[in-house]
């Protein structure tokens, strides 16, 4: 089945809100074996968005369509669709007693305007709408199906697992399913020089991603069912395992925090930190796991300098090795430890700033891991503005540490 999206309101196209509903539906369309060839984006305008709807009835087979179903004037989704169809609009009595019920149970008014929204044409159903106000349309004539959802995200959401996901579900013909295996450590260019026996295979199909956390490995088939797009992973998922290991440190929905942290758990050890250039960000990123505190002592937020020297650092080291120094970063991670009591203490010194720093240009960071008996240190140079340059010194100080706990260089 052809398929596209096409998301509406003028908010999406004056950069007021990101448009995560495409992305949402982009992600749940190939599990139903549903080919997306499109994307559009139009603002609330009559005309713009009947050339939008009129195109895609002409050449997909399903449209889903997010947005424009409130009740006020520039809602115009409902009234674009009944003009490509050429079907009359009329007010449902069934839809307008829930409407009226939902106002009157919350002790509310509800003006004529909202009528708009209990509205279908013949080839029209509504859609229920638990979230809010606004009922969506599965519209199918001639082969074609076009569904329209609400633009809230919360209130779409509901509707795709609970009205549209389903329906779909229903007429699938084939399912595709995937694995993806998450890596670091390895460049895009090693990840697929390695996978290089694999790659000319279409069914199942393998792609290399470049994330932040590492390189992601896509697997995925199409079968007539589920079962049958799995027995097709198995043996390649297993060749690509056995060609990527020890790089691999999740799949699918892991997350390098949620990876770290169950080595940790699994090896009975606790991790404490001393933070500088990333302001507490890492350990942000470890406590976003359920149970870190199985492992997770805490962090030393120690922005200042006079702040990393009055927990531990030496005054020495820092003013003949500089505070933004591979010695200092040895230093708080030891500190770190030290002070929390904690079996592996790892930190971070960097600039995340715009300007040069002791002669050190922006996005150097320097990070240390020290246990009981030793310290290693990773230094890089890598600048993108100042919320990418934290993000990744998040990423690298949990690369750290992972290469460290499973016995890697």
């Known amino acids: 089945m052809r398929a596209e999206i096409v998301s509406i309101g003028t908010e999406i196209m004056l950069g007021e809100i990101i448009d995560t509903n495409a992305a949402f539906l982009a992600g749940k369309l190939p599990e139903l074996g549903i080919d997306l060839l499109y994307v559009s984006q139009v ?14 009835w002409q050449r997909s087979e399903l449209t889903l369509c997010t947005g424009g179903l409130g009740p006020t004037e520039d809602d115009v989704t409902r009234e674009a669709v009944a ?32 009528l708009k929204q209990a509205t279908l044409i013949p080839s029209a159903r509504a859609l229920p709408n638990p979230r809010g106000t606004a ?24 509707m795709w697992d609970a009205e549209v996901d389903p329906e779909l579900a229903r007429r699938a013909t084939s399912v595709l399913v995937s694995r993806t295996l998450k890596t670091n450590g390895l460049g895009e260019g090693n990840v697929d020089e ?7 295979g279409t069914n199942p199909s393998i792609g290399v991603y470049a994330r932040r956390d590492g390189v992601h490995v896509r697997i995925a088939a199409k079968a007539p069912t589920r079962e049958e797009a ?38 009975g050890l606790t991790l ?29 937020v120690t922005y200042a300098t006079q702040a990393k020297i009055d927990l531990g650092v030496p005054a020495d ?27 592996i203490g790892i930190s971070v010194t960097g600039i995340a700033g715009t300007t040069d720093v002791e002669g050190q240009p922006p996005g150097t960071m320097h990070l240390a891991l020290a246990d009981a008996t030793s310290v290693r240190t990773h230094s ?16 690298e100080a949990l690369s750290l540490l992972r290469t460290y706990l499973v016995g890697g260089d």
Not at 194 to 200: D, T, V
């Open 43 to 56: 603002g609330d305008n009559p005309a713009r968005l009947h050339e939008v709807l009129a195109r895609a």
């Open 83 to 114: 003009a490509v169809l050429r079907e009359p609009m009329s007010v449902d009595p069934a839809q307008e007693a829930h409407l009226r019920a939902w106002f009157a149970g919350r002790g509310r008014p509800m003006v004529e305007r909202n």
């Open 135 to 158: 009922p969506g349309w599965w519209v199918e004539r001639d082969g074609r199906v076009i569904v329209l959802m609400p633009g809230p995200p919360a209130e779409m959401t509901h």
């Open 194 to 200: 390695r996978l290089s026996p694999l790659l000319a």
């Open 230 to 267: 799995w027995r097709l992973i198995a043996p390649v998922e297993q060749q690509a395992r056995a060609l990527l290991a020890p790089a691999i440190w999740g799949e699918d929905d892991d997350t390098l925090p949620a990876g770290v942290g169950r080595l940790l758990r699994d090896r």
């Open 272 to 300: 404490a930190l001393m933070e500088s250039a990333t302001g507490g960000a890492i350990a942000d990123a470890i406590t976003s796991v359920p149970g870190a505190s199985d492992y997770f002592i805490g962090s030393l």
């Open 317 to 343: 080291t820092v003013y003949a090795h500089g505070v933004i120094s591979p010695q200092t970063a040895e230093a708080m991670a030891r500190a770190a430890r030290e002070r929390l009591g904690a079996d």
């Open 380 to 395: 890089y140079s890598y600048y993108q503005g100042r919320d990418a340059a934290k993000r990744r010194a998040v990423t």
